[in-house]
């Protein structure tokens, strides 16, 4: 792998369906699953297994760095690899962001944001 891969084709797959998914997201648990889950299967579909879980990632809002990769995450070389040398780990950090965003969002705005969805 050269330090020209990138991930931008992967990212434009998920993204539709991440942002929709966060957008809804009625609780702060809902989009730590989201984001967890949508982060896993994107790294299967990189190393071509089923292997991850969402709980081989953490979210964590109130960090600088929003999430952190778990044991079986750092000990994938294609994924150390991928994350080194590509866009990935820009990607990723992209969706945490929008993940914190939403976070934060519910934590201010309970109400408001239970009363919009169940008008949908």
């Known amino acids: 792998m050269t330090s020209n891969t990138s991930f931008s084709k992967l990212e434009k797959n ?3 369906d991440f942002r929709n ?8 648990n809902d989009v730590y699953d989201v984001f967890c889950y949508t982060v896993a299967s994107m790294f299967n579909e990189i190393t071509e297994s089923k292997k991850f879980r969402e709980s081989d990632i953490d979210f964590y809002p109130e960090r600088e760095c ?7 995450l750092r000990r994938e070389p294609l994924i ?9 780990g820009r990607i990723i950090g992209d969706m945490a ?5 939403r976070h934060t969002h519910l934590l201010k705005h309970p ?5 919009k969805i169940m008008r949908h």
């Open 14 to 16: 998920y993204a539709p």
């Open 21 to 28: 998914k966060i957008n809804m997201a009625r609780s702060t």
């Open 66 to 72: 929003h999430y952190e990769l778990g044991v079986n």
């Open 80 to 88: 150390v690899e991928c994350l080194d040398t590509s866009d990935l």
């Open 97 to 101: 962001q929008t993940a914190t965003n």
């Open 111 to 115: 109400e408001k944001t239970n009363s």
